[in-house]
């Protein structure tokens, strides 16, 4: 596939929600999944909302990796843009461990499909739901 | 759709490549396309990379609005999560015309599927391919 990046949707359901509320510990998790799957970490920037829920954003030289939570749900969402050669499996399995998941379901999308058949031909989804065992 | 977010992913073709690679400009008219969707900006990080390319990202009350661009290939990646009332649509729009692109098309994602049917029961993507005029 001749793409200038991919892109990981991953969502993570049954999770700690002591974990999804507690800012430092989403940021160092969003680090170390970065430091994991091999990215560089350029900046990051982690809020944490009332009453409850954190986004958190960490932007790598090859792109970013960025987390929404709602603790009330025990959901966290993920989402790994990459440009690189980073591997971002390894990244969600760290989460899936850091957040206590017991269920997660990752996407890929191609992001910006270049070359034979025009621009949009690379633009559709990749497996629409992959699933890892907890 | 019982889902906690949407994240829509845009892909813009044909832009300009003094814009694209212009870390200021990039920065104004994400925040600038924030300001026209409704959301409220939190903090943003924009990054320069070398030799060329911006990548940035917006964090917003209702999650964020990041962009990585390709000024060599006049294309530049757009994702927009939000979990709040805010016109998606309306930002696309303006960031097409602030980059000068020939062509935009969409996806959107249902992100945190809950209710009937199991978490991964509204886990398929949206329409697959929108496309806007430029």
Known sequence: M????RHIL??????????????KAIERAMKGAA???GATIVQSVFHMFSPHGVSGVVVVAESHLAVHTWPE?????????????????AAIRYLEEEFGAERVTTREVERGALGP???GAGLLVGPESGEAES
């Open 117 to 119: 058949g025009g621009e």
């Open 73 to 89: 749900y025990g959901f966290a969402a993920v989402d790994y843009f990459t440009c690189g050669e980073v591997n971002a499996g």
């Open 2 to 5: 001749n793409s200038l990046g």
């Open 35 to 37: 430091e994991v799957s």
């Open 10 to 23: 991953a969502e993570f359901y049954e999770c700690d929600p002591g974990m999804l509320n507690d800012t």
